[in-house]
């Protein structure tokens, strides 16, 4: 069975409701709305609930402040958005093999964004060493930019199923929402 996206009341992204009874039992004790649902039914004696796949808390969940979370050029993001290759020489990398290059060194007062930092295989990150991709005559395969809302799923769950990315996405699109807008 699917899995739900929660929203604060805010609209920010709160949590994934990993099992659907209890998606449903939020949306059905009125602690929240459903915004989008999945075409599966469940019954019960008397009636027919589809399952929510995007549900709206109704009152603000107090919750530490997560929008930061995906501005910060952490490992997992930056291969996630760079398709697991280095920005360099296109070598595929795993978690444990990628490294994240500056593209302005940190040194030279580039700053700790996605839109300065980079995936990079170790060769080239040594290779590179202090200097701008122009004074070494190293070329960027893509332009570093923030990540999309497909990828901040991506970063959020290890497997996401095609269908929950459909349904979340048409619902962020339809109401123009960002997972943590930058
Ligand atoms: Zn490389």
């Known amino acids: ?24 039992g939020l949306v ?23 399952l ?17 979370v995906f501005n910060v050029p952490n490992r997992k993001a930056v ?13 595929r990398v795993s978690m444990t093999t990628g490294t994240r290059d500056h593209v302005i060194p940190s040194s ?10 980079v995936t990079a295989c170790r060769k080239c990150n040594v290779r590179k060493d202090n200097r701008t991709p122009e004074e070494i005559g190293m070329t960027l395969k893509n332009r570093p930019r923030a ?10 769950l290890k497997l996401v199923r095609v269908k929950e ?3 979340w996405l048409a619902c962020l699109q339809r109401l123009g929402l960002g997972l943590w807008a930058a």
């Open 28 to 50: 059905l004790s009125g602690k929240a709305v459903s915004l989008e649902e999945y075409p599966d039914v469940v019954r019960s004696q008397h009636c027919v609930f589809h």
């Open 1 to 24: 069975m699917s899995r739900c996206m929660v929203l604060n009341a805010s609209y920010e992204f709160l949590a994934i409701e990993e099992h659907w009874i209890d998606a449903l």
């Open 165 to 167: 990315r459909n349904a």
């Open 147 to 156: 990540l999309t809302e497909d990828e901040k799923i991506q970063c959020l």
């Open 52 to 68: 929510p796949a995007v549900v709206l808390m109704r009152y603000q969940v107090k919750t530490v402040r997560r929008r930061q």
């Open 108 to 117: 030279r007062g580039g700053p700790d964004t996605m839109l300065n930092v």
């Open 79 to 91: 291969f996630i958005r760079d398709n697991f290759e280095c920005q360099y020489c296109g070598t």
